[in-house]
């Protein structure tokens, strides 16, 4: 096996018996980069240099504590999570050389465990999309096939984990961007309950709604992360000041009579036949290991989209307005001040992320403002008591991730409605601000993945880790690797 294959867990052991050194572990994925990388195209910045000079220092004892569990990992870094020194452009031409004079709280906490930055990964402009297609810097391909898309936005960390072009990765999940590329390309994404993670250095998109997570080739590495990235921070006020569980702990525990909701909204006519299958026998999968599944409803999933499309943009033409060509990343020069904030704009932003700010301040203005943000306030209101009352009765929820399986690239690209629907059963979560996982629960006669979705309670990130690892240790799909 090479070691570009391995899970965090595997690396550590074969490290702490001799096996491999930290070099020889990021030389590994060095290599397999520059094999995949002009097809894949999942990386904006590869770090390549310092990350092996990094290495270097890590076989020659560098004084980190080489016992912490991310020690000389190589890992991807979502473009839209902050990294000191190294570029961080959100896939926007706005932000083209946008270098960030500080860490995000999440890479600070990645650091101090000594990982290794392999690069940073492509996404749609800002988060803003679900196939990574709406990137400044060209579109990133689906290992499992280079004519789809790998999902988005958290496209290329995903893309990269499936391919094997890092260990691991961070994404981030505003309405489905760490699962719904988990799911398109077969790896394991978890959207940690809304104020689990701190969001200081993720660049703000739907403040009320992103989260960072990790992407992992396996259900016990996204624990370890979880793990790494948790707890409160005093740089994001809206992180929880709560007390945070040892993840790894659940790992391996049984989950006899354990009661999942299934939700009679997620299995909806339009949803591909190959996908309901699959994630229908994963959950028979999970009954014969002791869970009870109960069918439940969700009633307001239906207004899932358009809540969160009113919200989303509402809030994101807000924390857009920094781009004003003062402050950060580019700027075209104009007749006066106004004049170049537009032409800055009109150059920097691209259509999608256009389209949402133009949407978002229609919903904010006045005379609109009751009829579609207050209005869709009210609904995601629902929309989160709906979780509510279900939890009242269940641990967890299991759904299908995605209606579809990865999609061919430019399919969706002239519709946006139908692009947006390709979120219907990952946007509520965040909504509602509970935690959700995928992991990989089979595959389409195309060869091409399908994911299972288990949602949680708010911060209950412990019984959806339980369950998603009971389920995958029971199956071989996170065995199967893409041919590159
Ligand atoms: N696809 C959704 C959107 O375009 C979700 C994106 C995300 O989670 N960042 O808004």
Redesign the pocket.
């Known amino acids: 096996m090479e070691l570009y294959n391995l899970s965090i867990e595997e690396l550590q052991s074969l490290i702490k018996s001799g096996k491999a050194g930290y070099s020889e572990i990021a030389e590994s994925v060095f290599n397999r980069i520059d094999a995949v990388e002009d097809r894949l195209r999942a990386y904006v910045t590869i770090n390549k240099e310092e990350a092996l000079s990094q290495a270097k220092d890590a076989d020659n004892n560098s004084g980190f504590d080489k016992d912490s569990a991310l020690y000389a990992i190589p890992m991807a870094i979502k473009d839209n999570i902050c990294t000191e020194g190294v570029k961080t452009t959100c896939s926007s031409a706005i932000l083209q050389n946008f270098v960030p004079p500080y860490e995000s709280s999440v890479t600070e906490k990645l650091k101090a465990q000594g990982y290794i930055l392999t690069g940073k990964t492509n ?2 402009e800002f ?4 196939s990574t297609e709406n990137s400044a810097f060209g579109h990133t391909r689906n290992p499992w096939d280079l004519e789809r898309v790998p999902g ?3 496209g290329g960390s995903a893309a990269a984990v499936a391919a094997a072009a890092c260990i691991a990765a961070l994404g ?7 699962r ?1 590329p988990a799911a398109f390309c077969g790896v394991v994404g978890l959207k940690p309950t809304y104020g689990r993670v701190s969001r200081y250095g993720l660049v703000a ?2 403040s009320s ?2 989260q960072i997570g990790p992407i992992t080739k396996c259900v016990k590495d996204s624990a370890i992360l979880l793990n790494a990235i948790a707890g409160h921070d005093m740089c994001d006020s809206t992180s929880a000041d709560i007390p945070v569980p040892d993840f790894t702990a659940v790992i391996g525990k049984d989950i006899k009579g354990m009661k999942i909701g299934i939700p009679k909204e997620y299995f909806i006519e339009g949803i591909d036949r190959e996908v309901e299958a699959a994630v229908r026998s994963g959950i028979k999968q999970l009954e014969s290991l002791g869970a009870v599944p109960v069918e439940i409803s969700l009633p307001y999933t239906e207004y899932a989209v358009a809540t ?2 009113i919200l ?1 943009t509402s809030e994101a033409s807000s924390n857009l307005a920094r781009y004003d060509g003062v402050r950060y990343g580019m700027r075209v020069d104009g007749d006066d001040l106004i004049d170049m904030y537009m032409r800055t704009r009109e150059e920097g932003f691209g259509a ?1 992320v256009k389209r ?1 700010i133009i949407l978002g301040t229609y919903s904010l203005s006045s005379g609109y403002y009751d009829a579609f943000y207050k209005k869709a306030q009210q609904a995601r209101t629902l929309i989160k008591q709906d979780f509510e009352k279900a939890f009242e009765e269940v641990d967890a929820i299991v759904t299908p991730t995605t209606p579809t399986p990865a999609f061919k690239a430019g399919e969706k690209m002239e519709d946006p409605l139908q ?2 629907l ?2 219907i059963f ?2 509520s979560i ?1 909504l509602a601000g509970v935690p959700g996982i995928t992991v990989p629960c089979g595959f389409t006669s195309e060869n091409l993945p399908v994911g299972l979705q288990i949602i949680g309670n708010h911060f209950d990130e412990e019984t959806i880790l339980k369950a998603a690892y009971a389920y995958e240790q029971s199956t071989d799909w996170h065995k199967r690797k893409p041919e590159l």
């Open positions: 996404l749609d988060a803003m999309g679900s988005g936005s958290s981030s999940d505003t309405g489905g961007s760490i719904q998109f739907a709604l992103d969160y499309y989303a999608e949402r692009m947006y390709t979120d990952t946007i965040n």
